[in-house]
């Protein structure tokens, strides 16, 4: 089944409760969507960061990159970073689905997300050339 961070009966469910209680910090991702070898930002690239627990999938963000080609900051849920597993530290994985709805283009990224540590995700996407611009 899909659910939508948003949607209470899941915020309720032990499933999510569990999760929570892995995750109890927050990590944040930021993504940069470009062209041209970062040289034409991609505005309007349809982000979502979803994460399967168990059957479900979960949409934990869903929205647009900016004029800049930017979504500056996502906070997720991340495991309590210990001092003593540095070598290993524990981390949370997500997926991230980029789609370019012009030209029906979609990326699937996998990332870790840490405790209070900011992820990059550069998202290079090449649009058709007939579109008379970005």
């Known amino acids: 089944m899909n659910y ?9 469910s032990e499933i999510y409760q569990q999760f929570l209680t892995d995750n109890p910090k927050e990590g ?3 993504i940069r969507a ?8 991609i505005n309007n690239l349809k982000i979502r960061v979803v994460k399967n627990i168990g059957k479900d999938t979960i949409t934990f963000f869903e929205g647009y990159t900016n004029d800049s080609g ?5 906070i ?9 597993d ?6 949370t994985s997500y997926d991230i689905i980029a789609t370019y709805e012009p030209d029906n283009i979609t990326k699937i990224f996998k990332i870790l997300i840490y ?8 998202i290079n996407i090449v649009p058709s050339m007939n579109m008379g611009g970005f």
């Open 4 to 12: 939508n961070i948003n949607d209470q009966k899941f915020i309720n």
């Open 28 to 30: 944040y991702l930021r």
């Open 34 to 41: 470009y062209a041209a070898n970062q040289a034409i930002p």
């Open 70 to 74: 930017i979504i500056p900051r996502i």
């Open 76 to 84: 997720l849920p991340a495991p309590i970073l210990n001092q003593d």
């Open 86 to 91: 540095l070598i290993e530290p524990k981390s």
């Open 115 to 122: 405790e209070n540590v900011r992820v990059i995700q550069n």
